[in-house]
């Protein structure tokens, strides 16, 4: 009766223990104990089948307490467990449901189809350099990976273009998993136990029967809604648009994960006004909060182009409160460290996207350990002193470039040639794998700080002398060049931890 729901049917797409490819069933993923991993070509769309099956987990089979969530980490969750988890949600999770198809709408009106390249960041807007896509990437898509796309889409990627609507979290949001080699067990530890539900969604309990958008279709035209009235498997699974899948057309090889399968390859679209006030608090996302014109403002966070993932890292694991502004560390994150995982190291991946308005232009995954003596809430703030020193190293380079861009006003005239954002970047690329060692291995009381702040003082020289290298020999550059490298050193001087 439900064989083609993704709760039934096998979907998954993993690497077995004898490195075949093959699709397997979410049971088959929760209920036995194998060495699976997720594959798919690209490392994005990796990132958000783990998390559309923690989804999917949450929403069936939420732990009661911390007790009950290390119980279904530590064993495979039982047959009748997981048939009882899933009874009532099938039709939910069906692409092809008569009625109320997975995170799409019946009778959408649109003057033509859309391909599904749409669906892929960074497939059909220029940027394939980025991305490294092979050829013809959604030419055809079989079911498991076009649900996959319509969910990253729905959830990760910016809109497609004027006047269709941003995820729950804004266009581009940072998401964050709990990484445990063993995927099953990883799942688990990125779902959150009912306790933990209640302390970050205020309402959850009153909002329990709550059903996805897609299926009770209960959203007016130029409605308003409140985001804390929105439950946890109507967020988790919210669909912003009106989308369609066009019925599959074909059998066929899967341009994606080449899966012999029926085939989609083009969806429609409609465009529907509504506005949702304040954000919905995400299970896997940091919240940033700022006080504007005497209003709070509340906003998930993004990635900046330039800057690397760490230059913003104790954003998403500190909280932090002021009368101006405010951060809250992801409630996966707060679970793991404070419950789990304590006292061990953490590890955990950062994912998202960089767009230019509704362009994708980038997109970044990077995996962080903290050391058993920063996973320790009582040291967690050593963190900031981590990210906080790079961070200063990396202004006073800027500091004494821009001196020799600018000069001195009424004394010295400056070059005009701008070094800073070159040296940034020869500054990030260099000094990245130095933050991740230290935030991997520290340990309270020993030199690690030190080590790292000479490290960086011997980088940012090395990038001074390296980039300001072909002006030394120009009389007119030579004043202000000794000027900048003076304050340089003395900045370096300053920071530097234990003389």
């Known amino acids: 009766m439900h064989k083609n729901s993704l709760l039934i049917k096998p979907w998954i797409p993993v690497i077995d223990e004898q490195q075949q490819f093959k699709q397997i069933t979410l049971k088959a993923l929760l209920c036995t104990e194998h060495g699976y991993q997720?594959?798919?070509?690209?490392?994005d769309m990796?990132?958000?089948?783990?998390?559309?099956?923690?989804?999917?987990?949450?929403?069936?089979?939420?732990?009661?307490?911390?007790d009950?969530?290390?119980?279904?980490?530590?064993?495979?969750?039982a047959i009748e467990e997981f048939d009882q988890g899933i009874k009532g949600k099938e039709n939910w999770f069906d692409l092809d449901h008569h009625e109320t198809p997975f995170m799409q709408f019946r009778c959408v009106k649109a003057k033509e189809p859309t391909a599904l390249d749409k669906l892929l960041p960074g497939v059909n807007d220029g940027t394939n350099k980025?991305?490294?896509n092979p050829n013809d990437l959604a030419t055809g898509l079989c079911s498991s990976c076009v649900a996959i796309a319509i969910f990253n889409f729905a959830n990760n990627s910016a809109g497609v273009g004027g006047g269709f609507k941003n995820s729950l979290r804004s266009s581009i949001p940072i998401t964050m998993l709990i990484k445990i080699p063993n995927i099953r067990k990883m799942l688990w530890a990125n779902v959150l136990h009912e306790e933990s539900l209640v302390k970050s969604m205020p309402k959850y309990k009153n909002t329990l029967n709550q059903k996805p958008n897609y299926?009770?279709?209960?959203?007016?035209?130029?409605?308003?809604?409140?985001?804390?009235?929105?439950?946890?498997?109507?967020?988790?699974?919210?669909?912003?648009?009106?989308?369609?899948?066009l019925p599959a057309s074909k059998i066929g090889c899967c341009s994606m994960c080449a899966t012999k399968d029926k085939l989609?390859?083009?969806?429609?679209?409609?465009?529907?006004n509504y506005t949702i006030e304040n954000?919905?608090?995400?299970?896997?996302?940091?919240?940033?909060?700022?006080?504007?014109?005497?209003k709070l403002e509340e906003k998930f966070p993004s990635f900046n182009k330039y800057n690397p993932c760490w230059s913003q890292l104790s954003k998403f694991v500190l909280k932090k409160e002021s009368d101006k502004a405010g951060q809250i560390p992801a409630p996966v994150f707060v679970q793991a460290s404070e419950e789990l995982l304590k006292a061990h190291k953490i590890q955990f991946i950062i994912g998202g996207y960089v767009n230019?308005?509704?362009t994708i232009t980038d997109r970044k995954h990077e995996t962080f350990t903290l050391s058993e003596s920063l996973a320790c809430k009582d040291n967690i703030q050593l963190i900031d002193d981590i990210i906080d020193l790079g961070l200063k190293f990396k202004d006073a380079l800027r500091k004494s470039l821009f001196l020799f861009y600018k000069g001195i006003k009424d004394k010295i005239a400056g070059t005009g040639i701008d070094l800073c954002n070159k040296a940034e970047k020869l500054y990030y690329q260099q000094t990245e794998q130095k933050i991740h060692n230290t935030l991997s291995n520290i340990t309270v009381g020993d030199n690690s700080l030190k080590e790292l702040s000479n490290s960086l003082a011997s980088i940012v020289k090395k990038i001074f002398n390296q980039i300001t290298e072909p002006y030394k020999e120009e009389p007119k550059m030579l004043k202000l060049l000794a000027i900048s490298r003076r304050i340089l050193n003395k900045s370096i001087s300053e920071l530097k931890i234990g003389g």
């Open 68 to 77: 009950d969530l290390k119980a279904k980490i530590k064993n495979v969750l």
């Open 215 to 245: 299926i009770d279709n209960f959203i007016k035209p130029k409605e308003k809604l409140y985001a804390d009235e929105i439950g946890l498997a109507r967020g988790l699974l919210w669909q912003p648009n009106l989308f369609e899948l």
């Open 356 to 358: 230019n308005q509704a």
């Open 130 to 132: 980025t991305f490294v």
């Open 279 to 294: 954000i919905w608090r995400h299970p896997l996302s940091p919240v940033f909060s700022e006080i504007k014109k005497g």
């Open 38 to 43: 997720i594959s798919l070509p690209r490392d």
């Open 264 to 272: 989609y390859t083009a969806f429609y679209k409609e465009k529907f």
């Open 46 to 66: 990796v990132f958000a089948c783990i998390q559309f099956i923690v989804a999917i987990v949450q929403v069936c089979f939420t732990p009661k307490n911390k």
